[in-house]
T-cell receptor
Framework: AQSVTQLGSHVSVSEGALVLLRCNYSSSVPPYLFWYVQYPNQGLQLLLKYTTGATLVKGINGFEAEFKKSETSFHLTKPSAHMSDAAEYFCAVSGSNQGGKLIFGQGTELSVKP | ETGVTQTPRHLVMGMTNKKSLKCEQHLGHNAMYWYKQSAKKPLELMFVYNFKEQTENNSVPSRFSPECPNSSHLFLHLHTLQPEDSALYLC???????????FGNGTRLTVT
């Protein structure tokens, strides 16, 4: 069985500050991990993914995430927040050969203050 | 048209109505999915189709009936819904086998 926990349903940062969105997962098989972003009235857009290989993954819009097996974590970071980063962010997990059966976390709403 | 297109964007229906949601993908993918997004809840996988064959039904009530006539089109037929079925219904597609999902913009459904 797999599950995802996103710590903090709402995170607020100032423009230019570090963004850190936390995600912990549970998986009985080697996980594939994803971060998606959802802007108001839109679907989900893939930010980045980890499958195998390098544990530090870079995505779009300056975001990156690091897979830490020992901590079962896949936290999302961005060095400097922009106003346009305000959105809801979802962490998701699947196992190998499970197709699109992604298990999503509850989401973290990111607010960026000027 | 590119990506995944869902119609209509908004739908209001009574509990006795019958309506259908449509999804079309222009990405050449072979798998399609329906997800339900309710307020304050994680996204819930409803159905998975792989090469037009249903491979997953996540204990969805029978008032939701999916149809996948080909790898590019996916429908969700709705009848006798309940107010608690009001949600954002998201369609997605992928190459089956853990490639990332590509989502449409969703249909906002309100059941009155």
């Amino acid at each position: 069985a797999q599950s995802v926990t996103q710590l903090g349903s709402h995170v607020s940062v100032s423009e230019g500050a570090l963004v850190l969105l936390r995600c912990n997962y549970s998986s009985s098989v080697p996980p594939y991990l994803f971060w998606y972003v959802q802007y108001p009235n839109q679907g989900l857009q893939l930010l980045l993914k980890y499958t195998t290989g390098a544990t530090l993954v870079k995505g779009i819009n300056g975001f990156e995430a690091e897979f830490k097996k020992s901590e079962t974590s896949f936290h999302l970071t961005k060095p400097s927040a922009h106003m346009s980063d305000a959105a809801e962010y979802f962490c998701a997990v699947s196992g190998s050969n499970q197709g699109g059966k992604l298990i999503f976390g509850q989401g973290t709403e990111l607010s960026v203050k000027p | 048209e590119t990506g995944v297109t869902q119609t209509p964007r908004h739908l209001v229906m009574g509990m006795t109505n019958k309506k259908s949601l449509k999804c079309e993908q222009h990405l050449g993918h072979n798998a399609m999915y329906w997800y339900k997004q309710s307020a304050k809840k994680p996204l819930e996988l409803m159905f998975v189709y792989n090469f037009k064959e249903q491979t997953e039904n996540n204990s969805v009530p029978s008032r939701f009936s999916p149809e996948c006539p080909n790898s590019s089109h996916l429908f969700l037929h709705l009848h006798t819904l309940q107010p608690e079925d009001s949600a954002l219904y998201l369609c997605a597609s992928s190459q089956f086998g853990n490639s990332p999902l590509h989502f449409g913009n969703g249909t906002r459904l309100t059941v009155t």
